[in-house]
């Protein structure tokens, strides 16, 4: 069955980075894409950047492009998200969840906790 | 950009009450309207896409309506294990938005 197993949680300093990854199983990353979706406390859920499994085209939200590198490894299908130059509110829940040609996310990781803090 | 908007915040329900969450988008998202359940500590699980198709597995005691800019998610018979946050989704338009959830929780 497809599972999507994330990453422990992290702790960093403003101005840091975060390489955050998202192991699939029961399908190929090739065949879908991944995208990113981040709970922060009080703002529900917020879609942030998707990477097109087939050819690696990527799209970023403006709140964090130019700070968010999504990539694949297709040998251990395996998809991460780096985020750079954290400031407090990145503080967040992160997961990485399976969508196709559009933007309905059938499988979810179980969220990987991103804690920035001085 | 779409904003979703969920209400109540909280909802708190009794086993076997009929329970329903309303999602609100700031304009017309056709029928791209999906809902969404989250148990602490666990994925995020696809409940409901295109307003009112299930999700393979999702017990007929769920179901979605609604279309353009207003939708709603009932539970026709709450159980013990649908004890959750809900959350609606609009995939009409780029980027994609959530509501902000709702906690269903027992009274």
């Known amino acids: 069955q497809v599972q999507l197993v994330q990453s422990g949680a992290e702790v960093r300093k403003p101005g840091a980075s975060v390489k955050v990854s998202c192991k699939a199983s029961?399908?190929?990353?090739?065949?879908?894409?991944i995208s990113w979706v981040r709970r922060t406390p009080g703002q529900g859920l917020e879609w942030i950047g998707w990477i097109n499994g087939k050819n690696g085209n990527t799209n970023y939200i403006q709140k964090v492009e130019g700070r968010l590198i999504m990539t694949t490894d297709t040998s251990t299908n395996t998809a991460y998200m780096e985020l750079r130059s954290l400031r407090s509110d990145d503080t967040a829940v992160y997961y990485c969840a399976r969508n196709s040609d559009t933007w309905l996310f059938d499988y979810w990781g179980q969220g990987t906790l991103v804690t920035v803090s001085s | 950009d779409i904003q979703m908007t969920q209400s109540p915040a909280t909802l708190s329900a009794s086993v076997g009450d009929r329970v329903t969450i309303t999602c609100r988008a700031t304009q017309s998202i056709s029928s791209w309207l999906a809902w969404y359940q989250h148990k602490p500590g666990k994925a995020p699980k696809l409940l409901i896409y295109q307003v009112s198709s299930l999700e393979g597995g999702v017990p007929s005691r769920f179901s979605g309506s609604g279309s353009g800019t207003e939708f709603t998610l009932t539970i026709s018979s709450l159980q013990p294990e649908d004890l959750a946050t809900y959350y609606c989704?609009?995939?009409?338009?780029?980027?994609?938005?959530f509501g902000q959830g709702t906690k269903l929780e027992l009274k």
């Open positions: 989704q609009q995939y009409n338009n780029y980027p994609c938005s």
């Open positions: 029961g399908y190929s990353l090739s065949t879908y894409g």
